[in-house]
């Protein structure tokens, strides 16, 4: 079997049909539909159910509300396919997209890794985002370069790995974190993937959810975990990234200071720390995208992390 795709799922109800049968329509017969049903309230169940009555290759997993680094992590313990491919259940999948993609990891020589482009759809338009160029040769470090910068992104649907990958180096999801699980496993296959190829394609459809964990207020948890997160980056950071990081640690953790509600927190005030730190120490390099260039420049220049007023 060559993939196996898992996909989690919440109370997602208004979006799994739609999800699990753009796969399952696929022209290819060489893959396994993992779905883990994080402990749903809704109809989510009796949906993937009614699916599962005629799909054979659909694997339907259920456990207590964990989240969905768990429920990926299900799915990976699960899996039996040569590449896992993961979707999120309010996303879908265009035809042909197994199909053309096992083709293209033939012609390539099998790689452990590949990155693809995506659609973006929000208010029923779609826009195309193109993935950067990888040529199958580029170093460990460089592959760090390019996920802190933010020319990778953190995100695992946009990426096919080899699933021997995460058995032999022991990569799992982080359970129990709720914001940054996709940036330490997307740094962690980075880093040990030994060849990673660009699928010049975009077959993935990511719904822009207004529901979205990102457009939400801002929890106490989010704060701990993304200060957990950045501090496990900055310790497995390769020196010669660690400049980059820095870019990567404001972008990360600038939504997180500017709409927590309690400004007294005590966390907050960690993250701001970490923040604080890396705008002093950054330099600006004409390497980085244009907004990231203004967006520090205005950050060292106003010298203040008082980014909704006083505090």
Not at 104 to 131: A, C, D, M
Not at 156 to 175: A, G, Q, S, T, Y
Not at 203 to 225: G, H, M, R, W
């Amino acid at each position: 079997m060559l993939f196996s795709v898992v996909v989690p799922a919440f109370n997602a109800e208004r979006s799994i049909y739609k999800c699990l049968n753009s796969i399952l329509n696929q022209a290819f017969y060489s893959f396994e539909v993992i779905v883990v049903d994080d402990g749903s309230t809704d109809n989510t169940k009796n949906i993937i159910s009614e699916i599962k009555a005629k799909n054979k290759n659909l694997i339907y997993l259920y456990q207590e509300n964990r989240g969905v680094s768990a429920a990926r992590n299900l799915g990976l313990e699960t899996c039996k396919g040569e590449y896992v491919v993961f979707l999120d259940s309010d996303d879908y999948v265009l035809d042909n997209y197994l199909s053309e993609l096992a083709e293209f990891i033939e012609r390539t020589g099998y790689p452990e890794g590949i990155l693809l482009g995506h659609w973006r759809s929000s208010n029923n338009k779609r826009r195309e985002v193109k993935p950067y160029h990888l040529n199958g040769r580029e170093t460990h470090e460089e592959k760090e370069a390019l996920l802190f910068k933010g020319l990778i992104n953190n995100c695992p649907w946009d990426k096919v790995f080899k699933r021997e990958l995460f058995l032999l180096e022991n990569i799992w999801f982080m359970d129990g974190i709720t914001v940054g699980e996709d940036a330490l496993v997307t740094h962690a296959l980075l880093l040990n993937s030994k060849s990673m190829q660009s699928f010049d394609k975009s077959f993935v459809v990511y719904v822009d959810n207004a529901y979205a964990v990102t457009k939400s207020v801002v929890k106490e948890k989010q704060l701990i975990d993304i200060v957990e997160v950045l501090n496990i980056l900055s310790s497995n950071c390769k020196d010669v990234n660690r400049e980059y990081f820095e870019l990567f640690l404001i972008n990360s953790s600038l939504h997180y200071v500017k709409n927590y509600p309690n400004r007294d927190s005590v966390y907050l005030s960690r993250l701001k720390r970490l923040l604080e730190g890396s705008i002093h120490r950054v330099r600006l390099s004409l390497k980085w995208r244009v907004k990231d260039i203004l967006k520090v420049f205005v950050l060292k220049v106003n010298n203040t992390l008082n980014l909704r007023g006083k505090d």
